[in-house]
């Protein structure tokens, strides 16, 4: 089955500075790649997502970029504010219909 | 829209007892919905994927008989945790799919077991 990996697992960023989490997939089937933030005690909220047909995605200071051939997305949030601070979880399924297999998740802190 | 209101948000029960949690999807069907539990400071585990009108398809390592798993409409899926013990205590959180517009996830319900 698919198998998700997240790193780093705790990121320290200054306000201001850019930050960068990276995911890698082990199921090549898998097309949709969805990033989630949460909150402590909270549901996990969705931040962007991209599918396989699609290299690079941007909303506004995040972006997301996808190597299909490395099996491989990341996320960039820039200009990082102290309200990004959160847990971020990447996630992968063959579908939009199907399950969703989540990374481990990174726990980000911009300092003010 | 697309909201999934999940109920209880939090409940404590005694071991032993069993535990039921609801999600409803309140203004789209959900033929599929995906249950995930959560351990403190832990990612989103997923335990079970629930096809209305069917049995639901488990992962491995997770109990069916523990874990019931209902989804008799379109709108609502049940987990209900049979004899729950303290290793049960979490955060239970479904999810539905919304199709090509992706999931949607419910509140969570937060699990004690005393």
């Known amino acids: 089955g698919e198998n998700v990996e997240q790193h780093p697992s705790t990121l320290s960023v200054q306000e201001g500075d850019s930050a960068v989490i990276k995911c890698t997939y082990s199921?090549?089937?898998?097309?949709?790649f969805p990033w989630y933030k949460q909150e402590l005690g909270k549901r996990p909220q969705l931040i962007i997502d991209?599918?396989?047909?699609?290299g690079e995605k941007k909303d506004q200071r995040i972006a997301v970029t996808l190597n299909k051939t490395a099996k491989h997305f990341s996320l960039h949030i820039t200009e990082t504010q102290p309200e990004d601070s959160a847990v971020y979880f990447c996630?992968?399924?063959?579908?939009?219909?199907?399950?969703?297999?989540f990374g481990s998740g990174t726990r980000l802190l911009v300092r003010p | 829209g697309a909201v999934v209101s999940q109920h209880p948000s939090w409940v404590i029960c005694k071991s032993g007892t069993s535990v039921k949690i609801e999600c409803r999807s309140l203004?789209?069907?959900?033929?599929?919905m995906f249950w995930y539990r959560q351990f403190p400071k832990q990612s989103l585990m997923l335990m079970a994927t629930?096809?209305?009108?069917?049995?639901?398809?488990?992962e491995q390592g997770v109990e069916k008989d523990k874990f019931l798993i209902n989804h008799a409409s379109l709108t609502l899926s049940t987990l209900t945790v049979t004899s729950a013990h303290p290793e049960d205590s979490s955060f239970y959180i479904c999810?539905?799919?919304?199709?090509?517009?992706?999931?949607?996830f419910g509140s969570g319900t937060r699990l004690t077991v005393v």
């Open positions: 999810s539905a799919d919304r199709e090509v517009r992706g999931y949607t």
């Open positions: 629930s096809n209305e009108g069917s049995k639901a398809t488990y």
């Open positions: 996630a992968a399924s063959m579908d939009s219909s199907y399950k969703l297999i």
């Open positions: 991209i599918r396989s047909n699609v």
């Open positions: 203004d789209f069907q959900a033929t599929t």
């Open positions: 199921d090549s089937a898998s097309n949709y």
